[in-house]
């Protein structure tokens, strides 16, 4: 029993000094996520829906997220629609184009 306890803390000695960085550098850190490919510039309502996040051990919930990025496609839509619609009207209306 001794044995075993004495074997945890050593363990656990271990751990915190490999933890603190007294063993040596660490190897330089790289990204190997994908990033999120979104266009610059204006978004469209198509440019949000084709997002797709990378999971992690405490991660999202998938559908909330996907919920909300449908939501803001479709306001994104709806205002283009309108902005595109006001824009024809001042064209029929004899206004010049801003």
Not at 23 to 44: F, H, K, N, Q, S
Not at 76 to 92: I, K, W
């Amino acid at each position: 029993m001794w044995l075993f306890a004495v074997l945890v803390v050593l363990a656990m000695a271990a751990v915190a000094v490999v933890a603190s960085g007294r063993t040596g550098a660490l190897p330089e850190e790289y990204d190997d996520r994908p990033d999120v490919r979104v266009p610059a510039g204006r978004l469209a309502g198509d440019d949000l829906r084709r997002v797709r996040f990378s999971l992690a051990f405490r991660g999202y919930r998938m559908s909330e997220v996907d919920t909300l990025l449908a939501r803001l496609a479709d306001q994104l839509d709806r205002g283009t629609a309108a902005e595109e619609e006001a824009r024809e009207e001042r064209l029929r209306g004899g206004e010049e184009p801003v």
